[in-house]
């Protein structure tokens, strides 16, 4: 039975203090990301601090569904990062606590805030993202004359388009202006022509004043008493200046909520379902319908017969029947009439399917949509979970707390995330991958990564060992640590100089028939170091031997020798023989030539680098006995 321990209470409570900063700083950053997308709706449309502020809050709990797991991944990594820096974890499961009894009551804590996301998103969300799609879009539509972007056609100002070639942002100077004007339909619209211009809005802020300098006036003139089928008469003006008024208030108006009521984000799960049946009940009839015109139109023999169809199978498998032949007879005015008729079909047929395609596709984005949209609110919630047992067991194992390591490991994580999901996402909108596959990837993803590092976590892993890798990174590149030996504060056993410098004078000669006899400058030979291995035991030897007199001599108390003991390179004691340590490895090397051939100068570059060291080994053996024996003459006096 689970029972709350007050070790759960002290985690939760440091997770809830920084799941509370890191959710405040997610949320703002996610809103700064998502404000970039619309600051050229904001800037310059004096708009009030109320409209201002009412488009920051629904912003800001559009976010909130989004920032939570981010949240809970960067708060799960400080928390146990610094509980593993402090070493308060290694304590825990010195009491026997294991690393998962340790996790239930955040993981507890993260299922509450999971949920509080799914009500959030089924509830709150849709009604905010709803009034945001409304404030956007009025907001679009106040101070056109700020909005007219270059080289495309505007259609912000009521019953009109306008076309700006080049736009002077310093004077507000419009050039090469054509404008389309349409008021109810084709035979009164205006077509204006202007080299120049200049947008502004009145006074009271009720119309447009558009003036227009050097151009010309199309304008067809409507009359009752032509038909439709009739010509229509138009007037043709050049101008010097014109100045037109277009009725357009510039106060803040908000659109008709009716207007983006289609959007599957603004809908709770309830809703989807009830209107993803309606459209899939409406588009279904639709293809039915075009089925059935399918048949009667495109497949007029499935209407036949039965014995209509064996009729024309018996005809067509007849000898005398050849379509080639039946054309070589037509005439060549009758071939061309045919061949017209058959182009015209054809064409008119793809047409229509294209429209019916047209028609479909779009019914079958919308119903994709609210797949899309019903998924997402499971999707976000369950990503909660899967970012906890990312970052804690991770913030266990790197067990480096504060806000540097863990920021950057969940920047990247988060990034992963991202580039899953929105490929996931993208791909499903658009129908090239089925709507589960698509929003499945991240999960699919990420869920067996999190069972993975949790596992390695409970069993104290080092596959995330950071100096693991790093000295691993260092053999393969054949960079070693250098010496850091002080003086001790409390020295228990005395150096034994008098055996140490006897040590160091036969490592001396030993040191100096190794080079002669094994004639390190030369280049190794090739068939020996991959084919016919042979240890080098005196160079382990000598290595082994050196530190035993490291440590016996890091004792001392004397400065000098203290200083040449940091002088001691660290051998490397295989490098120089073979590249790897089994032969099958080695045999495989050389047969891949280019990797055999830089592994084969790899191993001369330690040989050299091996007599380069003997020499500095000799050289410090040198200047620690003369030191020694100075030390000995010391103590028998």
Not at 437 to 446: Q, T
Not at 499 to 509: F, G, S, Y
Request: aromatic content about 12%; some cysteine; charged content about 25%.
């Amino acid at each position: 039975m689970f029972r709350i321990r007050k070790l759960d209470i002290f985690i939760i409570k440091q997770f809830g203090t920084l799941f509370v900063g890191t959710f405040i700083v997610s949320l703002f950053v996610l809103m700064m990301q998502f404000l970039w997308q619309y600051v050229d709706e904001l800037i310059g449309k004096g708009l009030s601090l109320d409209v201002l502020g009412e488009f920051f809050w629904y912003m800001s709990l559009m976010m909130v569904p989004e920032a939570l797991p981010l949240a809970v991944l960067l708060s799960s990594l400080i928390t146990f990062g610094n509980l593993g820096e402090s070493s308060e974890l290694t304590a825990i499961k010195a009491a026997g606590i294991s690393l998962i009894k340790a996790f239930r009551g955040v993981i507890i804590f993260t299922f509450f805030i999971a949920l509080v996301s799914f009500f959030f998103q089924d509830t709150i969300g849709p009604n905010a993202k709803k009034h945001f799609n409304q404030l956007l879009n009025s907001m679009k539509q106040k101070n056109p004359e700020l909005e007219i972007p270059e080289g495309v056609f505007y259609d912000g100002i009521p019953d009109t388009n306008l076309y700006v070639e080049k736009r002077d942002l310093k004077t507000g100077r419009l050039y090469n202006i054509m404008i389309y004007r349409m008021t109810d339909s084709y035979e009164d619209q205006a077509i204006i022509l202007a080299d120049s211009g200049l947008l502004q809005s009145t006074a009271e802020k009720k119309h447009l004043v558009l003036n227009l300098w050097n151009g010309e006036w199309f304008e067809n003139m409507r009359s009752q008493e032509f038909g439709s089928s009739a010509s229509v008469p138009y007037r043709r003006e050049s101008f010097v200046h014109k100045k037109l008024v277009i009725d357009f208030s510039d106060e803040f108006n908000r659109i008709d909520m009716s207007r983006i009521s289609d959007d599957a984000r603004t809908k709770s799960i309830a809703k989807i379902r009830h209107d993803k049946d309606s459209l899939v009940q409406v588009f279904d009839s639709v293809g039915n319908a075009y089925y059935q015109d399918a048949r009667q139109v495109l497949y007029p023999v499935l209407q036949l017969k039965k014995s209509d169809l064996v009729k024309a199978k018996t005809l067509a498998s007849t000898k005398n029947f050849d379509l080639d032949t039946l054309y070589n007879k037509m005439t060549p005015e009758e071939r061309r009439q045919t061949i017209e008729r058959a182009l015209i079909n054809s064409q008119q047929t793809v047409s229509d399917l294209d429209f019916k395609s047209m028609i479909t596709s779009d019914g079958d984005k919308m119903i994709r949509m609210h797949d899309i949209a019903e998924i997402n609110k499971y999707l976000l919630s369950l990503t909660c979970l899967i970012f906890f047992f990312i970052g804690a067991p991770l913030g266990a194992i790197i067990r480096k707390g504060g806000l540097g390591v863990p920021i950057i490991i969940s920047v990247f994580v988060f990034i992963i995330y991202y580039i899953l999901n929105n490929t996931g996402y993208r791909m499903s909108r658009q129908g090239d991958w089925a709507v589960w596959f698509g929003r499945g990837l991240s999960p699919a993803i990420l869920i067996p990564t999190a069972i993975f590092i949790t596992y390695k976590a409970n069993k104290d892993s080092a596959v995330f060992n950071i100096d693991m890798y790093r000295n691993l990174a260092m053999r393969i590149l054949g960079l070693r640590i250098k010496r850091s030996i002080s003086s001790k504060e409390v020295i228990i056993n005395a150096p034994k100089y008098a055996v140490d410098a006897t040590m160091l004078k036969e490592m001396n000669a030993d040191i100096v028939a190794y080079v002669q006899k094994s004639n390190l400058k030369s280049p190794p030979n090739f068939i020996r170091t991959f084919f016919k291995y042979q240890p080098d035991h005196e160079i382990e030897q000598l290595s082994n031997n050196l530190e035993t007199i490291i440590d016996d001599l890091s004792n001392t108390r004397n400065k000098l020798i203290l200083s040449e003991l940091n002088k001691y390179p660290v051998l490397i004691t295989k490098a120089h023989t073979r590249p790897f340590e089994y032969k099958w490895l080695n045999i495989a090397a050389a047969i891949i030539l280019p990797v055999g051939l830089f592994l084969y100068f790899r191993m001369w570059g330690f040989r050299l680098r091996l007599y380069r060291d003997l020499k500095i080994i000799k050289q410090t053996n040198d200047n620690i006995i003369e030191e020694s024996e100075k030390i000995i003459a010391k103590q028998k006096q």
